[in-house]
C-alpha cells in the first residue's frame, strides 16, 4: 500500500557564517563603518551583507536612523544564536585545521567571574588546544584594565558600567545588579544602612552609592573586600547588605527592594577586550570565553 502524497519539507538554505560575522562585529561596535574595518570589508559591502542576511532570516536584524544602529528584538535573539554558531564553527577548525596551534596567553578575569566561568574555559580550551598555555590573572577589574593597557594580558574579562563601550570591547553578558541580603536578616534597617563592596571603581559600588545618594539613603561601608566570597560571607551573617548580581542570588541570600525602602540599581557588564594585532592563540581563548558566557545565559 502506498503511503499518501506529502508535501516536500521546505528546505531552508543555511545561512552564511561570513554574514554573521558581520553582524556581530556590527552590534558590538554599534556602528557599520567600525564593523567595516573589523571584518575588513567596505561600508556598502557590510549594508549588502545586512540586507542579505535580513532577507535570508525574513526579518529586521538592525533599527539605523542617522546617529544610531540598534538591535530590533530579532537581532537581539540572533545574537545569543550567532555567537554560538561562530565559537562551534572556530572550536571544530582548532580540533580538524590547527591542532599543531602553540603558544601562551595570558587571560584576565576578575575574582567573582573567574571562578565562575574561567574553569570552563580552560578545560574546554585544552581539549581543542593542548599546546596552547593558557595562564590566568585574577584581579580586580581596575587592575586588570591597568595590565592590559601595559600590554601584560593578551585577553582581559572585566566588569563595566553598562554605558561607554571602549573601542574593540564586546559585551559579553548583562544582568541586573540587586541588593543582596540574608533571608530573615534585618540589615537593611540599621541606619546608616551598613554594606559590603569594594572601593569607587568597582561599578557595583560605583551604582548603589548613586542610588542611596538620589533617596538620601545614609550608609557606611562596614565591610571593604574586592573578593565576592568575603563579601557574601558578611551577607550570610546580617552584617551588611551589598550590591550583587542578580545570578548570585540563591539560599540564602534574597533580593531586597521597594518593599524594603531600597532603590533600583540599574544593570552592569561584563565586556571582553583582546590586545589588538593578537594572534590565533589569543583568538581562540577569546572564542572560548564567548561561548561559554553564551551557553551560561541561554
Not at 578575569?109 to 581543542?128: H, N, S, W
Not at 601595559?150 to 559579553?172: C, I
Not at 558578611?234 to 547588605?241: F, G
Amino acid at each position: 500500500m502506498n503511503a499518501p502524497n506529502a508535501k516536500p519539507a521546505l528546505v531552508q538554505t543555511p545561512v552564511d557564517i561570513d554574514l554573521l560575522r558581520t553582524f556581530l562585529a556590527i552590534a558590538d561596535t554599534g556602528s557599520f563603518s567600525k564593523a567595516a574595518e573589523r571584518v575588513f570589508r567596505t561600508p556598502s559591502a557590510v549594508s549588502m551583507q545586512v540586507k542579505k542576511l535580513e532577507e535570508a532570516l525574513g526579518t529586521s536584524v538592525f533599527a539605523r536612523d542617522s546617529r544610531s544602529v540598534k538591535l530590533t528584538a530579532g537581532g537581539e535573539m540572533l545574537v545569543g544564536y550567532a555567537r554560538r554558531i561562530l565559537a562551534l564553527s572556530n572550536e571544530m577548525m582548532a580540533r580538524f585545521v590547527m591542532p599543531e596551534m602553540e603558544g601562551t596567553v595570558c587571560l584576565g578575569a576578575p575574582d567573582d567571574y573567574g571562578e565562575r566561568i574561567m574553569p570552563q574555559v580552560l578545560k574546554r580550551f585544552a581539549e581543542t588546544h593542548p599546546n596552547v598555555q593558557v595562564n590566568v590573572i585574577i584581579e580586580t577589574s581596575e587592575l586588570l584594565t591597568k595590565r592590559f593597557e601595559n600590554g601584560q594580558l593578551d585577553v582581559m574579562v572585566y566588569t563595566a558600567h553598562s554605558d561607554g563601550l571602549e573601542d574593540g570591547a564586546q559585551v559579553l553578558l548583562e544582568e541586573d545588579l540587586v541588593w543582596a541580603g540574608v533571608k530573615g536578616g534585618c540589615a537593611w534597617e540599621r541606619e546608616p544602612l551598613p554594606l559590603s563592596m569594594w572601593s569607587e571603581s568597582c561599578p557595583w559600588r560605583a551604582d548603589a552609592v548613586r542610588a542611596l545618594s538620589e533617596i538620601g539613603r545614609s550608609y557606611r561601608t562596614a565591610y571593604m573586600t574586592p573578593h565576592t566570597q568575603a563579601q557574601f560571607a558578611a551577607i550570610v551573617s546580617d552584617l551588611a547588605i551589598a550590591p550583587f548580581p542578580k545570578s548570585f542570588i540563591a539560599e540564602p541570600l534574597i533580593a531586597l527592594g521597594e518593599k524594603q525602602g531600597l532603590p533600583p540599581l540599574g544593570t552592569y557588564q561584563i565586556r571582553m577586550r583582546v590586545k589588538e594585532n593578537a594572534g590565533c592563540c589569543s583568538s581562540a581563548v577569546a572564542d572560548h570565553v564567548t561561548a561559554c558566557f553564551d551557553e551560561m545565559c541561554a
